[in-house]
């Protein structure tokens, strides 16, 4: 995540306003119930979701396509990766409030697992400023580097669990799809990433 010099306060307004969004609609049309918090939970993701990849992607983007908004992504990497942590902690807000609604907790692997991808969301959220570049040195490099394909990691695992199952009827239709196109973009997103780490190798041999 890098920096820029003006900050497109804008974005953090509309992750703000989509995320609560995404929690206000579902527990307005069906109240404060396990479907409401539920649904909220599941939709804050898909706000979530597009800023990490947007995130994920803005420096492989610009290497294949060098276009304004692949300029902007990439001159505002940073600030794309602070609204995914904004819009994820709306989500994790939600989701804690499902599981305390239903009086149960996640299992152990979810804990674990997801309670990883926070706190490495959170370190990153909090080093991503100029101060830290310049303090951690080489390991800023390597936290941003590991957190981020850690949370592809949990992404592809969630939507991966999409097409095992779920709820009958249509719902569980729609969660199908749900996965297929998620773990479809995040495989997408890995190739990409590769492809241009690969071409970037390939330049650095030839000069």
Not at 106 to 119: E, N, S
Request: hydrophobic share 50%; proline share 2%; charged share 10%.
């Amino acid at each position: 995540m890098i920096g820029t010099r003006q900050i497109p306060y804008w974005l953090f307004g509309a992750t703000a306003l989509a995320a609560l969004g995404t929690v206000i609609g579902p527990l307005t049309l069906f109240g404060i119930s396990e479907q409401g918090w539920q649904l909220a939970a599941r939709y804050t993701v898909r706000v979530s979701f597009p800023l990490f990849l947007l995130t994920y992607l803005a420096r492989p983007l610009t290497t294949f396509w060098r276009s304004n908004a692949t300029r902007w992504m990439l001159r505002n990497r940073r600030y794309l990766g602070l609204s995914f942590a904004l819009a994820h902690t709306i989500h994790l807000g939600a989701l804690t409030s499902y599981f305390v609604f239903i009086e149960q907790s996640p299992d152990v692997a979810t804990l674990v697992g997801g309670g990883l991808a926070y706190a490495l969301m959170f370190l990153m959220a909090a080093t991503s400023n100029d101060q830290s570049v310049r303090g951690m040195g080489a390991n800023w490099g390597r936290l941003h580097t590991i957190g981020l394909h850690y949370l592809w990691l949990i992404f592809l695992v969630t939507y991966l669990g999409r097409l095992s199952g779920g709820e009958g009827g249509n719902q569980t239709d729609a969660l199908f799809m749900v996965g297929i196109v998620g773990s479809g973009l995040t495989f997408c997103a890995l190739a990409l990433r590769l492809a241009a780490a690969w071409k970037s190798l390939s330049r650095r041999a030839t000069t």
